[in-house]
């Protein structure tokens, strides 16, 4: 009978990858144990840091795949992904397409209403179940973001972010700030409710479908081609400007 015996390596992950990890083990070299032979993959994200955020791993200084098994005494270095070095050549995927469209999980409708206002393709639906965010995304090359690590962890996710703040105004800035979307703003351009295109619609064509005094007051309506809804230029409007002013465009 063959005893198996504990190995171990040392990890360890960098800049935003820390954010998963407990406050004593973050931006140094950890000790790991484990049995059997698990992938970089398994390593890295029982440690709760999610493949879809690492771009580079390199075991020993040698770039490495996620599926790559490492011996005892390796050193696993976990990167994540960077704007201003160039990796293309050894990342671990490319980088997403822009400008980038994302799959919102069901617990963020107002990050998705706020992505939407700034005219970013955001698809979002409350009855989503994991399984379909991940073919949508599959499928339609789109980018997960989620609150959810379980469905970031799941082989079949590619490109996806963890969302680490609550409050949804700092859920979009950081959004904002992590994919570099203020080039693709264009506000006014999308439905909140369905994502569908805003198109600009004559006066007279809206008269029966907004409050008269809406009517009265306005002069510019768009309506969403998906689903119908009008807009106008009045508190919608406002809101918007008020919350693209953070990004000083
Ligand atoms: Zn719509």
Same mark, same amino acid.
């Given at each position: 009978?063959?005893?198996?015996?504990?190995? %171990?390596?040392?990890?360890?992950?960098?800049?935003?990858? $820390?954010?998963?990890?407990?406050?004593?083990?973050?931006?140094?070299?950890?000790?790991?144990? +484990?049995?059997?032979?698990?992938?970089?993959? /398994?390593?890295?994200?029982?440690?709760?840091?999610?493949?879809?955020?690492?771009?580079?791993?390199? #075991?020993?200084?040698?770039?490495? $795949?996620?599926?790559?098994?490492?011996?005892?005494?390796?050193?696993?270095?976990?990167?994540?992904?960077?704007?201003? =070095?160039? =990796?293309?050549? =050894?990342?671990?995927?490319? *980088?997403?397409?822009?400008?980038?469209? %994302?799959?919102? *999980?069901?617990?963020?409708?107002?990050?998705?209403?706020?992505?939407?206002?700034?005219?970013?393709?955001?698809?979002?639906?409350?009855?989503?179940?994991? #399984? !379909?965010?991940?073919?949508?995304?599959?499928?339609? #090359? @789109?980018?997960?973001?989620?609150?959810?690590?379980?469905?970031?962890?799941?082989?079949?996710?590619?490109?996806?972010? +963890?969302?680490? #703040?609550?409050?949804?105004? @700092?859920?979009?800035? !950081?959004?904002? /700030?992590?994919?570099?979307?203020?080039?693709? %703003?264009?506000? +006014?351009?999308?439905?909140?409710?369905?994502?569908? !295109?805003?198109?600009?619609?004559?006066?007279?064509?809206?008269?029966?479908?907004?409050?008269?005094?809406?009517?009265?007051?306005?002069?510019?309506?768009? @309506?969403?081609?998906?689903?119908?809804?009008?807009?106008?230029?009045?508190?919608?409007? !406002?809101?918007?400007?008020?919350?693209?002013?953070?990004?000083?465009?």
């Amino acid at each position: 009978m063959s005893v198996e015996f504990k190995k %171990f390596v040392k990890i360890r992950f960098y800049g935003n990858l $820390n954010d998963f990890l407990p406050v004593a083990k973050r931006q140094k070299v950890q000790r790991m144990g +484990f049995w059997g032979t698990p992938t970089v993959k /398994d390593l890295a994200e029982s440690l709760g840091v999610p493949h879809v955020e690492i771009y580079l791993i390199l #075991n020993d200084s040698i770039p490495v $795949n996620f599926d790559h098994r490492p011996v005892e005494g390796s050193l696993i270095s976990c990167y994540p992904r960077f704007t201003s =070095i160039p =990796i293309s050549g =050894i990342a671990l995927r490319p *980088d997403f397409e822009v400008p980038p469209r %994302f799959v919102l *999980d069901v617990h963020l409708g107002r990050l998705a209403a706020f992505l939407r206002f700034c005219g970013i393709d955001t698809l979002y639906d409350r009855t989503y179940i994991d #399984n !379909e965010i991940l073919t949508i995304a599959q499928t339609h #090359n @789109r980018t997960i973001l989620t609150r959810d690590k379980g469905i970031l962890r799941n082989g079949k996710a590619y490109y996806g972010y +963890f969302i680490r #703040n609550t409050n949804p105004q @700092r859920q979009l800035a !950081e959004v904002v /700030d992590y994919f570099d979307l203020t080039p693709y %703003f264009n506000p +006014f351009s999308r439905c909140s409710l369905c994502n569908g !295109e805003l198109e600009r619609v004559e006066k007279f064509e809206v008269r029966t479908l907004v409050p008269e005094n809406t009517f009265r007051v306005y002069n510019d309506f768009f @309506r969403c081609k998906s689903c119908g809804q009008i807009y106008w230029e009045g508190s919608h409007f !406002e809101r918007i400007t008020a919350m693209l002013k953070p990004f000083r465009l």
